[in-house]
């Protein structure tokens, strides 16, 4: 498990005094006006920043960080991610989970067939979609028809079945016409 996780990515300055508009990677904007402080991405390591103005604009949230005054401090960072710790993540609900938990996951099918792991989490609107790899050992692998033998999973109810993050493991039905084959008329 990842001991940080992104809330956010630097998209570019606003204005000339140091503010900065973040593009949010979490389900609660709000949780913004909460957070005291950040950690900033350098590319080799991280800064740790407070916050001391949170502004909303669109879909994006504007920061100002203390001592951060003007538009060059902060201009070298766009594109960089802002991470919290897990201390200060929020707390998930029942059947809710941090992306970063899921990628990397082992998915196997309700009989205990091996499918592949999470490869990426899709944030579609309606329903998350799980970008699974499926392995070369998975017996399924011959009847993905998609040619980077990647199958896309709803993350439905009906579809996943069961998440054990300490096994790091997930259950899943696979639904008919998944695989890409064709579904009876």
């Given at each position: 498990m990842n001991d940080l996780l992104q809330v956010g990515a630097i998209t570019t300055t606003h204005g000339v005094r140091g503010e900065v508009k973040v593009f949010p990677m979490t389900d609660d904007v709000s949780r913004f006006k909460k957070l005291k402080k950040v950690l900033l991405d350098t590319g080799g390591s991280y800064l740790e920043l407070e916050i001391t103005q949170v502004k909303f604009f669109k879909n994006l949230v504007i920061l100002k960080f203390k001592g951060i005054d003007n538009i060059n401090e902060i201009e070298k960072y766009k594109g960089r991610g802002l991470f919290v710790t897990r201390e200060q993540?929020?707390?998930c609900e029942k059947d809710e989970y941090f992306i970063a938990d899921l990628l990397g996951m082992t998915v196997t099918t309700e009989e205990g067939d091996l499918l592949?792991?999470?490869?990426e989490v899709l944030k579609t609107g309606a329903n998350d979609?799980?970008?699974i790899k499926v392995s070369e050992d998975s017996p399924y692998?011959?009847?993905v028809t998609d040619k980077n033998k990647e199958l896309l999973l709803p993350a439905i109810r009906d579809?996943?079945?069961k998440v054990d993050g300490e096994?790091?493991?997930m259950q899943v039905y696979l639904m008919p016409g998944l695989l890409g084959e064709e579904?009876?008329?």
């Open positions: 993540a929020v707390t592949g792991e999470v490869k979609v799980y970008v692998v011959s009847r579809c996943i079945r096994k790091r493991t579904t009876e008329r």
